[in-house]
């Protein structure tokens, strides 16, 4: 399709937070013109958009997060991270079917449409049906593997490396393991040989509590990323989510080998794991992108709230206000996202970049007055402000409706159904 955006405001992410007025032209999967109006020539419309002075940005990047766990939303809350992961959450896992993987990351989908998010980095059980449930809705998929002492094996992760990068052009796979403490030394050795042979960077849950990181040190004598980097795990890249509870150590290691950080603020305050230290990371050049973590420990996939906690919590934790600023934040949810995830085509709106699109309501309180348009998005702006989403060029969600052919009344039906089903046997 050929649309043509006019009459916006268009915050381009590339040369930082800078607005330019004028249009944005969409071709197919990618975008063909951004800038000031002028002429389109010979090209012939299917739809031209009047965006009446809203902004249209790049979508915004859940750099982490367990789509298919919407079934928990509300069903393990206010416990501890261990006690909830043991007594609730991994003995309700071992019930669901592929199937109900797939149900639940359509329910996921909708969540994320509503809410600007055009990818996301998803850790969870069989990623080829969360692969299948983001091809047929329409969601750009970074999938990455959760491999531990339960599953898969290392021979299934790689076959599934080279299965689904391949599969579609939304959906890439990055291979990961879930944590330290999940997995036995032997294991991440294997891991590490496996790395080496498709020289592939890796990613896990890491440092995300206090007593993960203290046991880590007392089987090891090292914190959680040096312990990885012993075994050669990061020797092509990658990054960690959570990193809550990084040494100085920690984070030169990661500065040096141009590792990421995926931070999850919402998860990590609702869990009482701790606050990550951003500024740091920051200072020492570490890209830092943001995640929700599932949406049983968060409990929402709002990138919105996550980017005010990102800055909220830093403050607090530097007792400075000007800490974390919020034109870094949203380089963060977008740009630095995209980087974290292998989508390079994805980070910026210019010519030749995927068309994965939202437009944000300027027309609505809590956006007015527009002394500046990007600090709002950060400060007052919420899933509200989300008018359109486009993903590879297809509008998938506007003005309050989904536009992916799906029922949404059935999604949410369905959801309830395995919730009961599974917590009843």
């Known amino acids: 399709m050929n649309i043509r955006f006019y009459n916006a405001r268009i915050l381009t992410m590339k040369d930082g937070c800078n607005l330019l007025e004028g249009e944005l032209w969409t071709q197919n999967e990618k975008i063909a013109y951004v800038g000031p109006a002028k002429e389109a020539g010979e090209i012939k419309w299917d739809r031209e958009i009047d965006c009446g002075g809203n902004v249209l940005m790049p979508g915004f990047k859940n750099a982490h997060t367990h789509s298919g766990m919407t079934a928990m939303r509300s069903f393990a809350d206010d416990m501890p991270l261990q006690e909830w992961l043991n007594t609730k959450i991994f003995p309700l896992e071992a019930k669901m079917t592929e199937q109900d993987n797939y149900d639940l990351t359509q329910l996921a989908i909708l969540e994320y449409l509503t809410g600007g998010v055009t990818s996301i980095f998803d850790m969870y059980l069989s990623p080829k049906d969360i692969a299948q449930a983001c091809i047929d809705m329409g969601m750009r998929c970074v999938l990455v593997s959760g491999l531990n002492k339960f599953g898969p094996s290392v021979e299934e992760m790689e076959n599934r490396y080279l299965k689904l990068n391949n599969m579609h052009p939304l959906i890439s796979y990055r291979m990961g393991v879930h ?17 080496h042979k498709h020289k592939a960077p890796l990613f896990a849950h890491m440092s995300e509590t206090k007593l993960e990181t203290d046991e880590c040190v007392e089987r090891y004598g090292m914190t959680p990323p040096q312990f990885f980097d012993s075994l050669g795990l990061f020797d092509f890249g990658g990054g960690a989510y959570h990193c809550v509870y990084f040494t100085e150590e920690d984070m030169d290691l990661f500065a040096k080998k141009g590792l990421h950080v995926v931070t999850n603020p919402g998860s990590n305050t609702k869990l009482a794991s701790g606050i990550a230290p951003i500024g740091r990371f920051l200072e020492k ?17 709002d990138m919105f709230r996550e980017m005010f906690l990102v800055t909220g919590l830093a403050k607090l934790l530097q007792k400075d206000a000007s800490a974390v600023d919020a034109y870094e934040v949203l380089k963060m949810a977008i740009v630095n996202g995209a980087h974290a995830m292998g989508l390079a085509d994805a980070d910026v709106l210019e010519e030749g970049k995927l068309a994965d699109i939202i437009m944000i309501d300027l027309h609505q309180p ?60």
Do not use: H, W
């Open 179 to 195: 944590a330290e403490y999940t997995c036995e030394k032997a294991l991440l050795e294997e891991v590490s040989a496996l790395i």
């Open 285 to 301: 050049g570490i890209n830092v992108a943001i995640g929700t973590d599932g949406p049983s420990s968060n409990n929402c996939l």
């Open 366 to 425: 809590n956006m007015q007055p527009l002394n500046n348009i990007a600090k709002n998005i950060v400060y007052s702006g919420s899933k509200q402000n989300v008018k359109m989403t486009m993903i590879n060029g297809q509008i998938l969600y506007e003005n309050g409706e989904f536009l992916n052919g799906v029922d949404a009344e059935k999604i949410y039906a369905k959801a309830n159904e395995i919730i009961a089903r599974l917590s009843a046997q």
